[in-house]
């Protein structure tokens, strides 16, 4: 049995204009969270952070991204803002359902330029934004190297690993997970919309509060870069880091990143 088959979290689908299809799962009661994957992932293996998110009171919801079923969609000629109406479409559905006020967007990695795209395109529907493992305004190139080798079945498992190992996992947490799950079209489709969209586009992050949770061990964020956002946006950022993570950081530390997400929500609405 797979792991979706046994999510206790309901399945929902969203039909959109242009033969496009957004499937999430969402469960819990509470604010609304929409956590949106990483490149070439898929938001299954976010249910751990989810789950522990409903237990601090959270409704998580946790789309598919386009190419990875049941969500499906033009997978070329499309930009950050493609991707973002996607997820704005389940926001949209949840408060037709009742959830009533705006929501939290969590993105991982990749998924936090798609957050920050949707909370720039649609402020009216976003209460906050959280960057879980955000890349630095610049990291060293063999990091996003190492993305492209885990991608290319021509690598060994054993390079494959310690690509992972490199770029994504901390010292003694297990890697291994991850050496399936990943979606190569997908990757590609999702390069291609960043190559095609202006940074200057979602910089801003529209204007809601924005929790920058890293990981304490993530290369991606090298020394001098961890208050890069507090420095730019000042008190709209709070700076945080979840110790023992790297850049799976949702994967490695999930109930440590859910407890932090509470916490600073919490302090926004005491």
Known sequence: MSPAETDAAA????????????????AGD??????????GRCAAELRPLAEALNRHGFRVARPEPRGIAPSTGP??????????A???????????AGTGRPAIVAGHAYGTWIARTLASDRPDLIDGVVLLASGARAWPAHLSAAITAINDPATAPQDRLAALRLGFFAEGNDATEWLDGWHPAVVASQRAARAATAQADW??????PILDLMGGADPFRPAGSERELVDEFGPR?????VEGASHAMPAEKPDEAAAAI???WRGLHP
């Open 11 to 26: 399945l929902r689908l969203i039909d959109r204009p242009g033969g496009i299809r957004i499937g999430y799962r969402v």
């Open 86 to 96: 996607d997820f704005a479409a389940v926001i949209e559905a949840e408060r037709a």
């Open 30 to 39: 509470g604010p609304l969270v929409i956590l949106i994957a990483s490149t």
């Open 262 to 264: 509470a916490a600073w």
């Open 75 to 84: 997978m070329t000629g499309v930009t950050f803002h493609d991707f973002a």
């Open 237 to 241: 950022v709070t700076a945080a880091a």
């Open 203 to 208: 910089w801003a992050t529209g204007v809601a």
